[in-house]
């Protein structure tokens, strides 16, 4: 039959080569001599002996202990679950209730465990407004990135209003390395004066006209008349700021712009319709305030996108891993305890049992 070391064997198997070893033993061979010959490790025969001594099973089990020993605590599944249907945070993914819950204190708990107990509950169901992601999705070829203000992105959506035929226009440029909103705009026309006013309010929102040249952030956008006009290539090249294109019909070529958009009009609130450009920019108050100091953005470790323009990301997420290992090592402590207790209840029970009889 070859060699047995290294094979997952069955039960019955199992005592087919016990019996062999034992029948050959009667006949004056040795176990070790056996276990030579079979090819299989000694240690494994005498413990499989031992579990047939003990009248235990010889089937094969899963590795590791049948419940780890950091496992989540009852306590922690009920503030999961309360979490969770409360109604403020409703409309929120198991991701962004998990941060959300990290920077409360409410509980330590990895994405897997969250999704693993809402599952169990039934609120994994349509939990806030978007869909799955493909993961196929490539990013261009640019230079790599090291901090805020290296690379803004730019681009112009439209806006349904109540009258057919008629839109307003959200204009937004946002850092990439930080995915914050640099500055925005509300127009009723599409124009390059209005993109004109936009990069320059980001020239001054972050103070780039007193940085060296060299250290001035490159603009990405797309090849629409209003990026291509002759004042934003002017305005470009007078302050320094290296100007992209992307390539026709490749929204991936400037992803951050397409994802921001796509999380504006996913929105809980998003009103879907405006009645106004007044109605319009008093919603993008609100948004934008919120996306940029509350929002957790999955793409840059789930902090907000004015954490990371500040550069407090990797401190953020030293601190939840720090807190979430502090938390594993107190649930193992925790369980051990409760294993303790149950062997010390089990044995009372056995001994009380015992002198009864």
Avoid at 109 to 123: D, W
Avoid at 160 to 182: C, H, M, N, P, V
Avoid at 260 to 283: C, H, I, M, N, W
């Amino acid at each position: 039959m070859g060699p047995i070391a290294g094979q997952w064997i069955k039960a019955q198997t199992k005592l087919e080569i016990l019996t062999v070893i034992e029948t050959s033993q009667q006949q004056g061979v040795s176990v070790r001599r056996s276990c030579a010959i079979l090819v299989i490790a000694h240690r494994r025969i005498l413990r499989w002996q031992q579990q047939v001594r003990q009248g235990q099973s010889l089937a094969n089990l899963t590795p590791g202990p049948s419940t780890p020993l950091h496992r989540v605590l009852p306590e922690e599944i009920e503030q999961i679950v309360a979490l969770a249907k409360s109604e403020a945070y409703v409309d929120l993914s198991h991701r962004i209730l998990t941060v959300t819950a990290w920077d409360k204190g409410l509980f330590q708990a990895s994405f897997s465990t969250v999704y693993r107990v809402l599952k169990e509950q039934n609120l994994m169901t349509a939990r806030g407004p978007g869909g799955t992601h493909n993961g196929h999705s490539k990013a261009p070829v640019r230079k790599a990135l090291t901090g805020p203000n290296q690379r803004w992105c730019w681009d112009i959506s439209y806006l349904l209003t109540f009258q057919k035929g008629e839109y307003l226009y959200l204009y937004l440029l946002l850092d990439e390395w930080s995915r914050k909103a640099i500055q925005w705009r509300i127009s009723w026309q599409q124009t390059a004066e209005e993109s004109r006013r936009l990069l320059e309010g980001g020239l001054v929102a972050e103070n780039i006209l007193d940085l060296p040249e060299d250290q001035r952030p490159e603009v990405l956008n797309d090849r629409g008349r209003q990026m291509k006009a002759r004042p934003i290539q002017r305005l470009c090249e007078d302050h320094g700021l290296p100007q992209l294109f992307a390539r026709p019909r490749t929204p991936n070529d400037n992803p951050f712009i397409e994802s921001a958009f796509s999380t504006v009009k996913r929105a809980p609130e998003y009103p879907g319709r405006f009645l106004d450009d007044g109605q319009a920019v008093a919603y993008f108050e609100r948004y934008f305030a919120w996306y940029d100091t509350e929002h957790y953005h999955s793409g840059i470790d789930y902090v907000t996108p004015h954490q990371a323009h500040q550069g407090l990301r990797p401190q953020i997420v030293a601190q939840r891993q720090r807190k979430k290992l502090a938390q594993r090592r107190r649930r193992r402590v925790e369980n051990q305890k409760q294993k303790t207790g149950r062997q010390t209840t089990n044995q009372q029970t056995t001994m009380t049992a015992s002198l009864v009889v």
